[in-house]
T-cell receptor, first 110, second 110 residues
């Protein structure tokens, strides 16, 4: 186990709703990255937070937003959910290059 | 566009065989190349990683071969076991943003 935890495990929402996903990083790690993994695909980088500041963003619209807290835990918020947002959302914590992933949150949008 | 291309999509080997998974990248700025193993319903687990100044790295039964001039790298799994059956992802990174390949589904038959 990596020590990275995510909640909730599963979530079902309807189109147009908003969702918040949470991640607790491994002890001592100051960087959290979020990824979206569609079924049968590799994870895609959403954004990264370093010491509470956004530190890079992938090709995702502004309705994907995030936060990092002083204890380095993090949230991913998605507004105006679309059907294509259905995926496994992964967070990874790191201190340097090695990224350690949590178990993910499975989001289903109906 | 930054891309990492992975092949094959799926692979079946007998127990004790040596599956080989290949990846190619485009961006010469990438400076960190990890491999992840993912079981169904779980987050990716870091297996082994290499930097471009090294041509080969071994950790246990896992070996990465790296060809900087060809912009290619590969994963070899020695003495493969049924428990190695999983999906394997290569990735490339610059500044901590991982770009993943599409994944290889490995099945090791007893």
């Amino acid at each position: 186990e990596t020590g990275v935890t995510q909640s909730p495990t599963h979530l079902i929402k309807t189109r147009g709703q908003q969702v918040t996903l949470r991640c607790s990083s491994q002890s001592g790690h100051n960087t959290v990255s979020w990824y979206q993994q569609a079924l049968g695909q590799g994870p895609q980088f959403i954004f990264q937070y370093y010491r509470e500041e956004e530190n890079g963003r992938g090709n995702f619209p502004p309705r994907f937003s995030g936060l990092q807290f002083p204890n380095y835990s993090s949230e991913l918020n998605v507004n105006a959910l679309e059907l294509d947002d259905s995926a496994l959302y992964l967070c990874a914590s790191s201190l340097e290059d090695e990224q350690f992933f949590g178990p993910g949150t499975r989001l289903t949008v109906l | 566009q930054q891309q990492v291309k992975q092949s094959p999509q799926s692979l079946i080997v007998q127990k004790g065989g040596i599956p080989i998974i290949n990846c190619a990248y485009e961006n010469t700025a990438f400076d960190y190349f990890p491999w992840y193993q993912q079981f169904p319903g779980k987050g990716p687990a870091l297996l082994i990683a290499i930097r471009p100044d090294v041509s080969e790295k071994k950790e246990g039964r896992f070996t990465i071969s790296f060809n900087k001039s060809a912009k290619q790298f590969s994963l070899h799994i020695m003495d493969s076991q049924p428990g190695d059956s999983a999906t394997y992802f290569c990735a490339a990174s610059k500044g901590g943003k991982l770009i993943f390949g599409q994944g290889t589904e490995l099945s090791v038959k007893p």
